[in-house]
């Protein structure tokens, strides 16, 4: 309540609402623009994008991070590509991406270009934190695969998988809407953030703004929620390294 005020008075105190829309203001055109089925057909869709971006580079990030730890010639033959793709600007990828695959499914191909070094390097991380001295005493009595999988290498990956995700998650929903902005989809989120801005709709470049804050916080807390159940399935606490 102390920001909204703030930012109420900053707002009262420009009286261009060009420059700058309270929270009011940003409230009355989100309860506008919600009463409208183009609206919630571009935030599902904004949705369906980022979410399928961001789950194909979590499934990849962890196959990844095994094949690297399981094969450590593996993990030093792909470390140059992880890092060019952690350093090279999501601009690029963007500009790379409408030229390859189009508009339609840039923001899934930048969210899984930003999701999945950070997975990949924390699945890797995350098993080679494992007890040595639990894996020897596995090798020594012959504990199966699978029970060695479970109840060693998941507890060491679980706090590195809720930390990278922390992480992730924000990084997605940024890159996959700046992305929009850029390559304009139809039907996205995006595209309605470019619009406001050609109309110099202020008021609706806010309201759509708390719309990507509240899909990106749902979001997160939903698959923070099932990291950590699938913990607490095995009595090992989900709290972030």
């Known amino acids: 309540m102390f920001w909204l005020l703030i ?24 309860l506008r623009l919600c009463r409208s089925a183009d609206f919630w057909q571009a935030a599902f869709s904004s949705l369906g994008r980022i979410g399928a971006g961001f789950s194909l580079a979590f499934a990849a990030g962890i196959v990844g991070g095994v094949a690297a730890y399981a094969f450590p010639w593996l993990g030093e033959l792909a470390a140059p590509v992880i890092g060019l793709i952690k350093t090279v600007p999501v601009a690029s990828f963007v500009i790379l991406a409408l030229i390859w695959a189009g508009a339609e499914n840039l923001a899934v191909i930048i969210s899984f270009l930003v999701v999945f070094p950070i997975l990949y390097l924390n699945t890797a991380a995350g098993l080679r934190s494992a007890d040595r001295q639990l894996l020897e005493m ?47 989809p139809a039907r996205s989120i995006g595209e309605q953030l470019y619009m406001a801005k050609v109309f110099f709709s202020t008021d609706e470049l806010f309201a759509w703004t708390a719309v990507v804050a509240a899909l990106s916080f749902l979001f997160e807390r939903a698959v923070l929620a099932l990291l950590k159940k699938a913990a607490a399935c095995g009595g090992i606490s989900g709290t972030a390294a």
Request: hydrophobic share 55%; charged share 15%.
């Open 7 to 30: 930012w109420q008075g900053i707002a009262w105190k420009l009286g261009q609402p060009i420059f700058l829309v309270g929270p009011w203001e940003a409230a009355q055109a989100l």
């Open 138 to 184: 596995a090798r020594v009595f012959r504990v199966r695969p699978l029970s060695k999988i479970w109840h060693i290498y998941r507890p060491a990956l679980t706090p590195y998988l809720v930390s990278a995700c922390q992480v992730a998650l924000g990084m997605a929903w940024k890159s996959g809407i700046a992305a929009e902005v850029i390559g304009t």
